[in-house]
Each structure stands twice: as C-alpha cells, then as structure tokens.
C-alpha cells in the first residue's frame, strides 16, 4: 500500500462486500456526501441509503449502501452497512420489482401502510438502479 492509498472495507452482518486499496470512497452521511483521501482525519458518521464511489488504481467503483456508519482512520475506512451490493452483484430486474412494488404501496392512502418503510424501500431500489447504471 503506498501512501497515495488506504484500505477500504465495506462489511454488512452477512459478509465482507469489498476489501482492496483505494486511493477515495466518497459515502453520503447524514450531513451530506463525504470525500475521503488517503491521511484523513480519523472520523465515524452515520451513513445514509446512497451510492459509494470507490475510486482504485485501476479504476472506478460503485457499491449501493443501506444506511450504516463510516469509520475513518488514516490507513483504514469501514463502511459498515446494514446490507451493501457493488454494481456488479444487483440484480437489475429484482430492483425494479422492488421499486414498482414500493410505489404502489406509496400511491395507496390507506392507513394501514407504512409510508416511512415504503419510502425506505423505494429509496433503496433507486439507488440500487443507479449503482447499476439503469437511471430512472
């Protein structure tokens, strides 16, 4: 690792998504997108449902993220997420289920439905989509 790099982890309570020397990840906290270079003061903030760039000697990366917290240390970023997929592993036809699905719970004013989780669920299929390359 040299240090124009750190090591990045992206973990969730199932697996270890993604482990390789970065030179950025750029995460959205709760306060906003966050740009991460190697040496960056060491740090933890709660993560949003949204996209990371992981940018590596060879190239770029995207991961889709459900929420969690970053941890940063100087040579050393985990991101912990309650579930994390990169572009390559989403399965393209089962997000846009799970976006269809979740409209069609949101356009439903019934009382029953649990608007917050149905937005939860939408939110997480648009990004999926994204991270993807499938805009919608």
Known sequence: MSDKTFVLT?????RRVFQEAVNMVIARTVDGDIGIL???APLVAPLEIGAATIKTPTGERKAALNGGF????PDQVVLLTESAEMAEEIDVSRAEEAKNRALA???KKQASIDHARAQAAL????????VAGRED
């Open 10 to 14: 992206v973990v969730t309570p199932q």
């Open 38 to 40: 190697p040496g960056h």
């Open 70 to 73: 970053i941890e940063v240390n």
């Open 105 to 107: 719970r949101l356009e």
């Open 123 to 130: 939110q997480r299929a648009v990004i999926r989509l994204r």
